[in-house]
């Protein structure tokens, strides 16, 4: 798996937007920007993942630059409860690929 | 979503015991799990590749004799880790593979592992 690179943390107010970036200039043609959090001390839980297009659920959006070497992840309106680990990692799109966790950036949301 | 479900959440044992930690898919068939490992403030590792009917495969720097992983059936993988020591306390999480054309990782809730 390409490496990927997050700022270790960031902080943000309830109720506004986190906009968390990612680069990974490295990533291959073939392999795709996945978003998991982990709440603390609980297992990873997946947002989102995108190849080229930007992408929305209804958990955030992904931002992925023309070139895919960097991406965003924005939640549009953060919680207290979105306050966790959240890591950016590429893969191929195959299920049996394995997940490769960097040290993913601490989202800190406060009141 | 598919459910992955992972039990103990918790445990507590001497050193020298062991300890059986089991991983179950809910609501699908898992040929295939994955099993990580966390220590305070560190990323998650990948530990080894469990798979059914067949020899787990272990990361390197990974002793296979000291974590036993069986697969025994499509929904259920279980990770043992024997004479376990202080060292050996961590956050141990299990995941399966997305299915289809959800390629998504689904993980366990985790289970803390302390040995005294």
């Known amino acids: 798996d390409a490496k990927t690179t997050q700022p270790p943390s960031m902080d943000c107010a309830e109720g506004r937007a986190a906009n968390l970036p990612c680069n990974h200039s490295?990533?291959?043609?073939?392999?795709?920007v996945y978003w998991y959090r982990q709440i603390h001390s609980q297992g990873p839980q997946y947002i989102i993942h995108g190849l080229k297009n930007n992408e929305t659920n209804e958990m955030a959006s992904l931002i992925i630059t023309e070139d895919r070497k960097s991406s965003t992840l924005i939640l549009p309106h953060a919680t207290l409860r979105d306050t966790a680990v959240y890591y950016c990692i590429v893969r191929a799109n195959s299920g049996y690929s394995t997940l490769t966790f960097g040290k993913g950036t601490m989202l800190l949301v406060s009141p | 979503g598919a459910v992955v479900s992972q039990h103990p959440s918790r445990v507590i044992c001497k050193s020298g015991t062991s300890v059986k930690i089991e991983c179950r898919s809910l609501d699908f068939q898992a040929t295939t799990m994955f099993w990580y490992r966390q220590f305070p403030k560190q990323s998650l590792m990948l530990m080894a590749t469990s798979n059914e009917g067949s020899k787990a495969t272990y990361e390197q720097g990974v002793e296979k004799d000291k974590f036993l992983i069986n697969h025994a059936s499509l929904t259920l993988s279980t990770l043992t880790v024997t004479s376990a020591h202080p060292e050996d306390s961590s956050f141990y999480i299990c995941s399966a593979p997305g299915q289809g054309k959800n390629t998504e990782a689904f993980f366990g809730q985790g289970t803390r592992l302390t040995v005294v």
């Open positions: 490295t990533i291959s043609g073939n392999e795709y």
